[in-house]
């Protein structure tokens, strides 16, 4: 990558704050989830299976991301742990329903996220 380009990564990665990476993070994850959905009606289970791994990279970046700190900690691993296991089967047997479900659980984190008056913490 040239350089100038390395620089403005780096820059936009150090500059923006920690909530719009949590909501950036959630929209590609939904980008992804559309396209394996897209993906099953036109049988291309190969790429199903690409963006179905992606989310599942960012449901695993979002579970190790848990401050375990907050009273709430066991119960969120214990939904991203449900999600990571509905994509498991979706890879292995691909379910349009199945994809609106986690699809429809990222639209309502991306809300939440969007209106957090709050900047998540960094552990």
Request: aromatic fraction near 8%; charged fraction near 20%; glycine fraction near 4%.
């Amino acid at each position: 990558m040239p350089r100038g380009i390395e620089a403005y990564h780096q820059s936009t990665i150090h500059t923006t704050g920690l909530k719009d990476i949590v909501v950036q993070v959630h929209e590609r994850a939904l980008l992804h989830l559309k396209e394996a959905q897209q993906n099953i009606e036109e049988g291309k289970l190969n790429e199903l299976r690409e963006h179905i791994t992606y989310v599942q990279d960012v449901v695993t970046f979002l579970r190790g991301s848990i401050d375990p700190e907050f009273a709430i900690s066991n119960e969120l691993a214990l939904i991203y742990q449900g999600y990571l296991a509905t994509l498991a089967q979706i890879f292995i047997q691909p379910d349009v329903e199945e994809i609106a479900t986690i699809q429809k659980a990222f639209e309502n984190w991306l809300a939440f996220w969007k209106s957090a008056p709050i900047q998540p913490t960094v552990r």
